[in-house]
């Protein structure tokens, strides 16, 4: 058993998670913790604060007593907005916290693209325009090249997380470019685990979403590779380990 612990913020889109876990169809289990929200707002001030380390540093013990191996911070938008610099400062005060391996989901995007070969990106963001940009900014740093950057505005993760389907495939439809290898849905308050086939179905191209990615991260922190195709191009990827 591999046993791969998350730190989420409030509650949107938790239950992707155990969505995933049954699509693994492994020997894995994801254990997830939730965090202090405090001011629920894609606004930067409120989303520094959401990823300070006192509030990561409140739910590493419960994912240490459910013997997790890893830790990934499953929140995009409170990674990147303290920039490269500052959310690997993050990361390294939430390993030093945790006492494992740690990541989050900004640089689960940058690796995920990586692990695809895809270098250049359409982003579909639902949050406001300035957020997004910080985004972009963040990919742009480790080595990505943006194409475009399409936003939805969306104020509050509450609201992102009442979207359904169609709500979803529209914005990646809006987000792709013909020039982009690869489109990628920024919010884990975004539900999108059970629409990853659709997504990919209807862009031909791989879809990257933000709890999809924030899974492969804790699965690369532990040394894991799992061949689950319902999940993605992502989770395709050799080498392959089936329970």
């Given at each position: 058993m591999t046993a791969l612990g998350f730190l989420y913020p409030g509650h949107s889109a938790e239950d992707d998670y155990p969505r995933i876990e049954q699509l693994l169809g492994s020997d894995i289990r994801l254990d997830l913790i939730h965090t202090d929200i405090g001011e629920d707002a894609h606004?930067?001030?409120?989303?520094?604060?959401?990823?300070?380390?006192?509030?990561?540093?409140?739910?590493?013990?419960?994912?240490?007593?459910?013997?997790a191996e890893t830790v990934v911070w499953a929140c995009t938008s409170g990674g990147f907005v303290h920039g490269w610099e500052g959310a690997q400062e993050q990361v390294r005060t939430l390993a030093r916290l945790a006492g494992m391996p740690a990541s989050s989901t900004s640089f689960a995007f940058v690796h995920a693209a990586r692990e695809l070969g895809v270098r250049r990106v359409a982003v579909g963001a639902t949050y406001p325009q300035d957020v997004a940009g910080l985004f972009a900014d963040f990919l742009r740093a480790g080595g990505l090249e943006v194409t475009g950057t399409r936003s939805s505005g969306i104020a509050t993760a509450a609201e992102v997380g009442t979207w359904e389907q169609q709500d979803v495939l529209a914005l990646a439809r809006a987000a792709d470019a013909s020039d982009a290898e690869a489109v990628l849905l920024p919010d884990t308050a975004l539900h999108t685990a059970a629409h990853l086939g659709l997504l990919e179905k209807a862009l031909a191209k791989p879809v990257l979403t933000a709890n999809q990615v924030t899974v492969w991260e804790g699965l690369r922190l532990a040394d894991r590779r799992v061949n689950a195709p319902v999940l993605g191009a992502l989770f395709t990827r050799e080498p392959l380990v089936q329970a």
């Open positions: 606004r930067v001030d409120a989303l520094r604060e959401m990823g300070s380390a006192e509030r990561l540093a409140a739910g590493v013990e419960g994912l240490r007593l459910a013997g």
